[in-house]
Nanobody
């Protein structure tokens, strides 16, 4: 299983970026949940969004990104996206994608974006937002 993120870079506050996470070595049809996390310097890894195929593709968002970020998946391309708009300097972090083959149903938003529930991770891509 390999996950590779791309699309990070430098953006101005109020701008947009699209992150991609392309998987290989497994079938996207077997993945039950996809998620994006981020980690700022000196801070713990933070879950920001997830898609739970075990719940029919239900999407979850952490409060700091709700209404600004959108997660989506293209199974034909083995790729998960994170569209980020209205970026803020506080969004500066290394962004990671992750997947799990475990089935999670009705465990709630906070549980769905807990790092410990995901077992395969990408290497991360840096996002820097200037003010």
């Amino acid at each position: 299983v390999q996950l590779v993120e791309s699309g990070g870079g430098l953006a101005q506050a109020g701008g947009s970026l699209r992150l991609s996470c392309t998987g290989s070595g497994f079938s996207f049809d077997d993945v039950n949940s996809f998620a994006w996390f981020r980690q700022a310097p000196g801070k713990a890894r933070e879950g920001i969004s997830a898609i739970n195929n075990s719940e029919g593709g239900r999407r979850y968002y952490a409060d700091p990104v709700k209404g600004r970020f959108t997660i989506s998946a293209d199974d034909a391309k083995n790729t998960v996206y994170l569209d980020m708009t209205t970026l803020k300097p506080d969004d500066t972090a290394v962004y990671f994608c992750a997947i799990t083959f475990n089935v999670y149903i009705a465990i709630g938003r906070q549980a769905m974006i807990q790092p410990g529930r995901y077992h395969h991770w990408g290497q991360g891509t840096q996002v820097t937002v200037s003010s």
